[in-house]
């Protein structure tokens, strides 16, 4: 996951995030670019589900598929069943988006973030907001949890609501009237419990996952799915994952440099994973931001590898993702 130095929400090149987990002691072998990220001021932040270690990102919003790795490492690639909602006395009250911009979900169910998102949320119209402190497990939050805190503040409507360190912010939707607020009748102390499951074939155990759209094969056919915009049609570079009984696989083709490579269209990368095995697969982030790195041995000095960056990125430089596929070598 892409993080700058506060802890935030980053478009951090693959490299870079291939070398911290080199230095907390992890064998890299290979590393590919992951989900689609929200437009600017919103770099960064993964457009679908994110999940790294069992730790949610991000998480809500309009479905999209992802694939996901359950604990026990068997993968899954689909639309994922997202359920948050929060506890306050007697209400349940659901909640459309984890770290996603206020706007981003036509709901007018509540908005949560932590401090990952950004120090503070924005929105053109003003939105009440209540903050929940004593929280009593850390975050990001676990794939599949129940969090207990209570609340610090209730805030007024404003346009720009700071997100404290170590708590949940939650916010209402900025259309929400002053008769229809929730939070109206509450008092700073009540307790708040958030539940969150995020499942994949309903099962919760979800170690990892990284979010694409469309999905392009299922069974081993080509079977494009998902809603899709006419730019996506079109052809471009492209990165697809997937998998089958025996292996991951993860491939990039190079686009927009008409003396390497045009690209493809979906439906030529779908034909493209099923030519290569696959019994599913799933496109994610293209265009520039296509790329995989390798772990390659170096000749000049023998035993030693360096991660090198082995397919023609369209924009030059390394764009940077939110997050990334990292393959690691275990011992």
């Not at 291939?18 to 992890?26: D, F, I, Y």
């Not at 991000?58 to 694939?67: D, E, H, K, L, W």
């Not at 360190?165 to 307790?191: C, H, M």
């Not at 056919?221 to 006419?230: K, R, S």
């Amino acid at each position: 996951m892409g993080f700058d130095a506060s802890g935030q929400f980053a478009r951090v090149p693959l490299t870079e995030l291939a070398g911290r987990e080199t230095l907390k002691g992890a064998d890299v072998l290979a590393i590919v670019n992951g989900d689609f990220d929200m437009e600017q001021p919103y770099f960064g932040v993964p457009v679908g589900l994110a999940i790294t270690g069992g730790k949610i990102q991000s998480a809500g919003g309009v479905p999209r598929p992802a694939m996901g790795i359950f604990v026990s490492g068997r993968p899954s690639i689909g639309v994922p069943d997202v359920h948050m909602e929060a506890h306050v006395g007697k209400e349940r009250w659901p909640i459309a988006t984890f770290n996603k911009p206020l706007g981003y979900a036509k709901s007018r169910d509540l908005r949560m973030y932590s401090r990952a998102f950004r120090t503070t949320v924005k929105a053109a119209q003003p939105f009440a907001a209540i903050v929940v402190t004593k929280l009593d497990r850390p975050l990001p939050p676990d794939s599949e949890t129940k969090i207990t805190g209570f609340i610090s503040e209730i805030r007024e409507p404003a346009t720009q609501q700071i997100i404290p360190e170590n708590a949940i912010l939650l916010a209402e939707p900025s259309d929400t009237k002053d008769s229809q607020s929730r939070f109206k009748k509450l008092a700073v102390g009540t307790r708040v419990i958030v539940r969150m499951v995020m499942r994949m074939e309903k099962q919760p155990d979800i170690s990892d996952a990284i979010a694409g759209v469309p999905i392009l094969v299922t069974a081993g056919h080509t079977a494009i799915q998902g809603e899709l915009t006419d730019y996506i049609k079109q052809r471009h570079p492209r990165t697809a994952v997937c998998y089958n009984e025996q292996n991951y696989m993860f491939v990039v083709v190079d686009g927009r440099q008409p003396k390497l490579s045009v690209g493809m269209t979906l439906e030529e990368l779908a034909d493209l994973m099923v030519s290569l095995g696959c019994t599913e697969a799933m496109n994610t982030d293209g265009g520039g931001s296509t790329e995989m790195a390798v772990s390659v041995p170096q000749k000049n000095s023998p035993g030693t590898s360096k991660l090198e960056i082995v397919n023609s990125p369209s924009d030059g430089p390394e764009r940077g993702r939110p997050n990334a596929w990292i393959i690691v070598r275990r011992h």
